[in-house]
């Protein structure tokens, strides 16, 4: 237990500011997930796996001598025939049966991600150095990496662009269509094969990009990812489906409730608490809801 | 009851009996089988007949496994010391010494789990659907990260159980274990079979069915829902405290709450047996445990590949599972009235 959090301002100021910045590529994965979701009802386990493929496909980059900066455009382009790819094989399967055999199967897959991406790039913790440096705040009190001030830009420049896209682009439009009644949809001319091909594909992007800079920022190991579906789908929960703006407001305050878990607690915790604030969360929602004698569906 | 089910019942018994005598080097495999058909039978009562899908029972699982080694190890001598000594170097148990522990931890490592199950099923089991699902994996994975942090149980370098005293070598260490197992399976299948055939069997599956139906009709389902999730809770307690003595280390993610393991392959099982039937756990564990070794075995370092692979494909292909498929071919045996003109109109239809 270490409270110096509440008597030294600086520290509370920095560890805000991490987790805010932080906090942002968490609502980036929360899209995805929201995103597939929404459209498909699916939940997927694997989401923090693709995470963390992403985040290999930058860190080879920069093994190969390419600043890892680069991955964050070639990290989604394959990630997104990766998903493509998911979903032929495994996902149009378990579209639209039981939600438990959805999470089943894509536990399934995350445990093989996991394996073979032990395999393929070992069991060590490693990260792409991208260089940036770091910027002082406050008379050199706060520390902030410029990779994390980096990171947090991009993801908001992505999330900016698959809003508008979302919004302004044909199948933008389909995806939304099929989201509000897939039946309506396919009557009304909607492939929506297609369209949840595309959604898991651009899931699966979102994914890479977020990996690609949690290379960058922070460290990637083939067994971390459950922890990034775990977040995600805690944030989705607290923001709701198509609530853009919550989505992000909730992936920043459960970074800085991460950031402050970890000096208070002990980096040795911060992962059970954020699995256990997940626990919480939906215990008070079931208990709210029950008092009207509804249920989370 | 009929008789051809007596002479089954007995024929197993006696079969399990000598089970470790006709094969002796499988003692520790088969005491795993049993500890697997436990953890497989309990979880069908929330998966299977509840409709609670539930990553969960792992926590339970793990809780008697720390438990029962606590409680050997701490009614003797200090824990803290223990663990931080490694164990087995500083104190030694009398053959007495372990096996009163060895009752002691696994009554607590039975008892504890089932209140913790009551007080967390009155919080949780009002979540349904996928909710409960990841909220109990939410569940599962933090009990394993928190217990990894406490110091002292072990803490990241994990926890050596009291060995088995200088008895009888090996040989009755397994089977000590074996029986200890087999025991367990029999008080469980005994448990389950006898409330199988009570109307609180009906009452879960009204739940399953159409909870909120279920509820109109006057059930107070939270009741039986926590009822069912203690009874699951008690028996993988058990199971839990048996298995950490037999692996006699215990890890907080990889042996206690191993939800990418265990926490698994109780839902997979059930799956591969078919869920919501009494055999249908039983069957699959037993295939499920011959895979597994097979794959570990002869694939080694690549099992886990292999069990993502079969859990995508138990999921897609056989959601109903070995007596699903059965049920679908031979109806009459299940008890089901079919009309044999009504069949054949079926398959004209396809």
């Given at each position: 237990m270490?409270?110096?959090?509440f008597?030294?301002?600086?520290?509370?100021?920095?560890?805000?500011?991490?987790?805010?910045l932080?906090?942002?590529?968490?609502?980036?994965?929360?899209?995805?997930?929201?995103?597939?979701?929404?459209?498909?009802?699916?939940?997927?386990i694997?989401q923090?796996?693709?995470v963390?493929l992403?985040?290999?496909?930058?860190?080879?980059?920069y093994?190969?001598?390419i600043?890892p900066?680069?991955?964050?455009?070639?990290?989604?382009?394959?990630?997104?025939?990766?998903?493509?790819?998911?979903?032929?094989?495994?996902i149009?399967k378990?579209?639209?049966r039981?939600?438990f055999?959805s999470?089943?199967?894509t536990f399934?897959i995350?445990i093989l991600?996991?394996?073979?991406?032990?395999?393929a790039?070992?069991?060590d913790?490693?990260?792409?150095?991208?260089g940036?440096?770091?910027?002082?705040?406050?008379?050199n009190n706060v520390?902030?990496?410029?990779?994390?001030i980096f990171?947090?830009?991009?993801?908001i420049?992505?999330?900016i662009?698959?809003?508008?896209?979302?919004?302004?682009?044909?199948?933008?439009r389909a995806?939304?269509?099929?989201?509000?009644n897939?039946r309506a949809?396919k009557i009304?001319?909607?492939?929506?094969?297609?369209v949840?091909?595309?959604?898991?594909?651009?899931?699966?992007?979102?994914?890479?990009?977020?990996?690609?800079?949690?290379?960058?920022?922070?460290?990637?190991?083939?067994?971390?990812?459950?922890?990034?579906t775990i977040r995600?789908?805690m944030?989705?929960?607290?923001a709701?489906?198509?609530?853009l703006?919550g989505v992000?407001?909730?992936?920043m305050?459960?970074g800085?409730?991460?950031?402050?878990?970890?000096?208070?607690l002990?980096?040795?915790?911060?992962?059970?608490?954020?699995?256990?604030?997940l626990?919480?969360?939906?215990?008070?929602?079931?208990?709210?809801?029950?008092?009207k004698r509804?249920?989370?569906? | 009851?009929?008789k051809?089910?007596?002479?089954l019942?007995?024929?197993?018994?006696?079969?399990?009996l000598?089970a470790?005598?006709?094969?002796?080097?499988f003692?520790?495999q088969?005491?795993?089988l049993?500890?697997?058909?436990?953890?497989?039978?309990t979880?069908n009562i929330?998966?299977?007949?509840?409709?609670?899908?539930?990553?969960g029972?792992?926590?339970?699982?793990?809780?008697?496994m720390y438990?029962c080694?606590?409680?050997?190890?701490?009614?003797?001598?200090p824990?803290?010391e223990?663990?931080?000594?490694?164990?087995?170097?500083?104190?030694v148990?009398?053959?007495?010494?372990?096996?009163?522990?060895?009752?002691?931890?696994?009554?607590?490592?039975?008892?504890?789990?089932?209140?913790?199950a009551?007080?967390i099923?009155?919080a949780?089991?009002?979540?349904?659907?996928?909710y409960?699902?990841?909220c109990?994996l939410?569940?599962?994975?933090?009990?394993g990260?928190?217990s990894?942090g406490?110091?002292?149980?072990?803490?990241?370098q994990?926890?050596t159980?009291?060995?088995?005293?200088n008895?009888?070598?090996?040989?009755?260490?397994?089977?000590?274990?074996y029986?200890?197992?087999f025991?367990?399976?029999?008080?469980?299948?005994i448990?389950?079979r006898a409330?199988?055939?009570?109307?609180?069997?009906?009452i879960?599956?009204?739940?399953?069915?159409?909870?909120?139906?279920?509820?109109a009709?006057?059930?107070e389902?939270?009741?039986?829902?926590?009822?069912?999730?203690?009874?699951s809770?008690f028996?993988?307690?058990?199971?839990g405290?048996?298995?950490?003595?037999?692996?006699?280390y215990?890890?907080?993610t990889?042996?206690a709450?191993d939800?990418?393991?265990?926490?698994?392959?109780m839902?997979?099982?059930?799956?591969?047996?078919?869920k919501?039937t009494?055999?249908?756990?039983?069957?699959?564990?037993?295939?499920?445990?011959?895979?597994k070794?097979?794959f570990?075995?002869?694939?080694?370092?690549?099992?886990?590949?292999?069990?993502?692979?079969?859990?995508?494909?138990?999921v897609?292909y056989?959601?109903e599972?070995l007596?699903?498929?059965?049920?679908e071919?031979?109806p009459e045996?299940?008890g089901?009235?079919?009309?044999?003109?009504?069949?054949k109109?079926?398959?004209?239809?396809k």
């Amino acid at each position: 237990m270490d409270f110096l959090v509440f008597q030294y301002p600086m520290i509370t100021i920095q560890a805000c500011l991490d987790g805010l910045l932080l906090g942002i590529l968490f609502a980036l994965i929360a899209y995805g997930m929201a995103l597939q979701w929404g459209v498909m009802n699916i939940i997927n386990i694997a989401q923090g796996d693709l995470v963390i493929l992403g985040g290999y496909i930058a860190y080879f980059m920069y093994l190969y001598g390419i600043h890892p900066a680069w991955g964050v455009i070639v990290s989604p382009i394959i990630m997104y025939f990766v998903g493509i790819a998911i979903y032929k094989l495994v996902i149009n399967k378990v579209v639209d049966r039981d939600l438990f055999i959805s999470i089943l199967a894509t536990f399934g897959i995350s445990i093989l991600f996991m394996q073979l991406m032990n395999f393929a790039f070992g069991a060590d913790v490693v990260l792409a150095n991208s260089g940036y440096g770091t910027t002082m705040l406050f008379d050199n009190n706060v520390v902030l990496p410029n990779s994390k001030i980096f990171s947090a830009f991009i993801s908001i420049v992505f999330a900016i662009c698959l809003v508008v896209y979302m919004k302004r682009s044909k199948l933008g439009r389909a995806i939304r269509a099929t989201a509000q009644n897939a039946r309506a949809a396919k009557i009304l001319g909607v492939d929506t094969e297609k369209v949840y091909a595309a959604t898991f594909g651009i899931n699966a992007a979102l994914c890479g990009v977020a990996g690609a800079l949690i290379s960058i920022t922070f460290t990637i190991h083939p067994y971390m990812g459950l922890p990034y579906t775990i977040r995600s789908f805690m944030i989705v929960i607290v923001a709701g489906l198509g609530n853009l703006p919550g989505v992000a407001m909730s992936g920043m305050g459960l970074g800085i409730f991460e950031e402050f878990a970890d000096y208070i607690l002990g980096t040795e915790f911060r992962i059970g608490s954020v699995f256990l604030l997940l626990v919480l969360i939906l215990v008070y929602r079931r208990f709210k809801l029950s008092r009207k004698r509804e249920y989370l569906k | 009851m009929n008789k051809n089910s007596w002479i089954l019942y007995i024929g197993i018994l006696v079969f399990g009996l000598v089970a470790p005598f006709i094969f002796p080097a499988f003692k520790v495999q088969l005491s795993i089988l049993c500890v697997l058909i436990v953890l497989a039978t309990t979880w069908n009562i929330q998966g299977g007949e509840m409709g609670y899908n539930t990553f969960g029972n792992i926590l339970f699982y793990g809780l008697g496994m720390y438990l029962c080694a606590s409680v050997q190890v701490g009614m003797f001598f200090p824990l803290a010391e223990w663990t931080e000594s490694g164990g087995e170097k500083t104190f030694v148990h009398t053959p007495s010494q372990f096996f009163q522990g060895m009752a002691a931890g696994l009554l607590v490592a039975a008892v504890v789990p089932t209140i913790v199950a009551g007080l967390i099923g009155y919080a949780i089991l009002g979540l349904r659907g996928h909710y409960f699902a990841i909220c109990t994996l939410g569940l599962g994975v933090a009990a394993g990260e928190i217990s990894g942090g406490i110091e002292i149980i072990g803490a990241g370098q994990g926890f050596t159980t009291p060995p088995f005293p200088n008895i009888g070598g090996l040989e009755a260490r397994g089977e000590f274990f074996y029986f200890l197992s087999f025991g367990a399976l029999v008080l469980t299948f005994i448990a389950v079979r006898a409330i199988y055939t009570t109307r609180f069997r009906l009452i879960l599956n009204a739940i399953r069915d159409n909870e909120d139906k279920a509820e109109a009709m006057g059930i107070e389902t939270m009741k039986y829902k926590i009822t069912g999730w203690m009874i699951s809770a008690f028996f993988c307690g058990l199971a839990g405290g048996i298995m950490g003595g037999l692996v006699g280390y215990i890890d907080s993610t990889d042996v206690a709450f191993d939800g990418r393991e265990m926490g698994v392959f109780m839902v997979l099982m059930a799956i591969l047996g078919g869920k919501g039937t009494l055999w249908g756990p039983i069957i699959g564990a037993t295939l499920f445990h011959f895979f597994k070794e097979g794959f570990w075995t002869f694939f080694l370092g690549w099992q886990y590949v292999a069990l993502g692979v079969l859990i995508v494909v138990i999921v897609i292909y056989f959601p109903e599972g070995l007596m699903g498929w059965l049920r679908e071919k031979y109806p009459e045996r299940f008890g089901e009235v079919v009309d044999e003109a009504d069949r054949k109109a079926q398959v004209e239809l396809k």
